[in-house]
């Protein structure tokens, strides 16, 4: 999606930190966008930057976890891919899901 994301992750591990998970993918993925937007869209980048004394903070995400749920069979993961892949649709972005990728 344009403005989102939308993951369904399995752990390899039967016990993990969801927020781990999270601040695993959410790094470095900021920090390529940050840079990415220092050398090319400075205005986007000041858009989320906060100075923090000597440091700079970037928002990038939204605030928040988002929305987190442990899905244990297929019946109820069924559902939620279906969600996913019809979001594109639904916004209007493609046809079919197929379309989206």
């Known amino acids: 999606m344009p403005e989102h ?18 601040r ?27 100075s923090l004394g000597r440091r700079v903070a970037h928002s990038f995400w939204q605030l928040g976890g988002g929305i987190e749920r442990n899905l244990r069979s297929a ?7 279906e969600y996913i892949e019809l979001n594109p649709v639904r916004r209007g972005l493609v046809r079919e899901p197929k379309d989206w990728t």
């Open 5 to 22: 994301v939308h993951l369904l992750i399995r752990p390899r591990r039967a016990e993990y930190s969801v927020t781990k998970v999270l």
């Open 75 to 81: 019946v109820e993961i069924g559902p939620v891919v």
């Open 24 to 50: 695993r993918i959410k790094e470095p993925f900021t920090h390529r966008v940050v840079r990415h937007w220092g050398e090319f869209d400075h205005a986007r980048l000041q858009m989320i930057s906060t």
